[in-house]
């Protein structure tokens, strides 16, 4: 089936370039990509999950996140002595 679809220029640009360059069509990456989108089962453009992952443990004696010239000074130097 044709079907016509309006892309930015800047888009379709890269992609007429990663085709050349890839040695295939742009019918090719496009059927490709959609059909990547389509398989994955999320809506296009619809934002990602972040799957947050913990750890026990806590900040140094004496870092105080709060105190940004205090947490600077302690990259630069305790953090640094303690891995050389």
Do not use: C, N, Y
């Not at 940004?68 to 050389?84: G, I």
């Amino acid at each position: 089936m044709k079907t016509t679809v309006e892309l930015p220029d800047d888009l379709a640009i890269a992609v007429k370039k990663a085709a050349a360059e890839r040695r295939t069509t742009i019918r090719d990456l496009v059927e490709r990509g959609l059909r990547r989108e389509l398989e994955a089962g999320k809506p296009a453009g619809r934002a990602r999950r972040i799957r947050w992952i913990t750890v026990d443990g806590g900040l140094p004696e004496g870092v105080d996140v709060r105190d940004r010239q205090r947490l600077h000074e302690w990259l630069r130097t305790e953090r640094s002595a303690d891995h050389p």
